[in-house]
Nanobody, 120 residues
Framework: QVQLVESGGGLVQSGGSLRLSCTAS????????MGWSRQAPGKARELVAT???????NYADSVKDRFTISRDKAKNTVYLEMTSLKPEDTAVYYC??????????????WGQGTQVTVSS
């Protein structure tokens, strides 16, 4: 059984910052890419940021230069540093991880989501 547990969401004023964390636990043999997506009310889920096992990163255009993704491979943890937050960043943020878990095939796993609300 694998669990991805997110933390760090909350309410912040426009222009403020938040740091999200997500830790994967379980019988993890290897982690590949990890990342974050988000879903605002009435909108489709959007891929926000991804980081590969080698440390390469990719961002949605809407968050470039404001969000930074990083990871601690030893801790199976991924972070999302969010700065200059805007009301349109309000959403439930979900972390995901591409993992090889005993005794299962390689697969994607998702966290339960953490709410980020940016007030204007």
């Amino acid at each position: 059984q694998v669990q991805l547990v997110e933390s760090g969401g909350g309410l912040v004023q426009s222009g403020g910052s938040l740091r999200l964390s997500c830790t994967a636990s379980g019988s993890i043999l290897r982690s590949y890419a990890m990342g974050w997506s988000r879903q605002a009310p009435g909108k489709a889920r959007e891929l926000v940021a991804t980081i590969t096992s080698g440390g390469s990163t990719n961002y949605a255009d809407s968050v470039k230069d404001r969000f930074t993704i990083s990871r601690d491979k030893a801790k199976n943890t991924v972070y999302l540093e969010m700065t200059s937050l805007k009301p349109e960043d309000t959403a439930v943020y979900y972390c995901y991880a591409d993992l090889l878990v005993v005794p299962y095939p390689r697969n994607f796993y998702w966290g339960q989501g953490t709410q980020v609300t940016v007030s204007s």
